[in-house]
């Protein structure tokens, strides 16, 4: 497994911009697909986004899709989500994980994922 941390959530405007990070170690950082999700009070986690082991490839909900951009730096061995347009429906902890593959499948379930950061909150007012 590999150990997650996430930085970077906070509170914002409506419209405006945040940017997340998650710092793996523990393991080869490259050897995995890397994902965010969410999860607001009284609801499931969701998917956000995804990204494969090199980067090239990337998944997005319908919802996000346009507004989040979801990137890697395997030197630094952290996965980013640029979170631009935001909306209050965005307000939310944001998890980051670690696929058990270093692929995309198209279907992102929590059971998927070997390892979770902590969380960020991140808190859109309108």
């Known amino acids: 497994q590999v150990h997650l941390v996430e930085s970077g959530g906070g509170l914002v405007q409506a419209g405006g911009s945040l940017r997340l990070s998650c710092v793996a170690s523990?393991?080869?950082?490259?050897?995995?697909?890397m994902a965010w999700f969410r999860q607001a009070p009284g609801k499931e986690r969701e998917f956000v986004a995804a990204v494969n082991w090199s980067g090239e490839i990337t998944d997005y909900a319908n919802s996000v899709k346009g507004r989040f951009t979801i990137s890697r730096d395997n030197a630094k061995n952290t996965a980013y989500l640029q979170m631009n347009s935001l909306k209050p429906e965005d307000t939310a902890v944001y998890y980051c994980a670690a696929h058990k593959s270093p692929y995309l499948s198209g279907t992102y379930y929590p059971t998927d994922f070997g390892s979770w950061g902590q969380g960020t909150q991140v808190t859109v007012s309108s």
């Open positions: 523990g393991r080869t950082f490259s050897a995995y697909a």
